[in-house]
């Protein structure tokens, strides 16, 4: 006798229905294991992803940073060079006409100036415009003088040529310059007109 004459009639019965369905079982646990083998694979790739983003962003972000201190620094050197040039510009006045306007205002009270007003603590335009202040008021030290008694219109115009002369070479901005040759032309008239009236 065979095997499966053998066999049962339920253990065959069992065969013939439970053999398809381990098959199905089976195929279906496959599919289940592929489907979750694809969302760990996509759940990698988006970490991936979004790491390699993050990394980028920290990337820029570092660059910025790298970006605006360097521009910051840039501003920095260039505010204390433009603030330097204007403290520069009025001790060369100074000191071309220190012999003139040293009793009025010596070297100490121009550094204090320089300390108390046009340090680098201050916005650079303010600098600036404090130092061209500062011309105008050492020129006017200079301003106040008048030629001693003199004895000739020929000397009053030497007198004044060499204050013009002085400013021309002076290192001073145009505009304030022509201030200063036409403050000399009217105090040039002022002393002629005097001259005129005593003779």
């Known amino acids: 006798m065979g095997d499966d004459e053998k066999m049962g009639f339920a253990e065959w019965l069992g065969r013939i229905i439970l ?6 079982d089976k195929a279906a646990a496959n599919k289940r294991n592929e489907a979750i083998k694809a969302r760990e694979q996509e759940d990698k790739q988006e970490r991936m992803r979004l790491e390699s983003a993050r990394r980028e962003e920290d990337r820029q972000r570092l660059a910025q940073q790298a970006a605006d201190k360097e521009r910051l620094e840039a501003e920095k050197t260039e505010h204390m060079a433009r603030g330097e040039k204007a403290r ?6 100074f000191d071309r006409l220190a012999h003139k306007i040293g009793d009025k205002f010596p070297q100490t009270k121009l550094d ?3 300390q108390d ?5 201050f916005p650079v335009e303010l600098i600036e415009r404090r130092g061209q202040e500062l011309e ?5 030290f200079v301003g106040d003088q008048q ?3 003199p004895k000739s219109r020929v000397e009053i115009k030497e007198f004044f040529d060499k204050e013009r ?3 021309r070479k002076a290192d001073m901005a145009p505009e304030l310059q022509e201030v200063q040759l036409a403050e000399i032309n009217f105090r040039e008239d ?3 007109m005097e001259f005129l009236d005593r003779s």
């Open 112 to 114: 204090r100036y320089f």
């Open 88 to 93: 520069y510009r009025c001790q060369l006045l």
């Open 190 to 192: 002022q002393a002629m």
């Open 165 to 167: 002369a002085d400013v």
């Open 147 to 149: 030629p001693n008694k």
């Open 136 to 140: 105008v008021m050492i020129q006017s």
């Open 19 to 24: 053999f398809p369905l381990s098959q199905a």
């Open 117 to 121: 007003y046009m340090n680098d603590s």
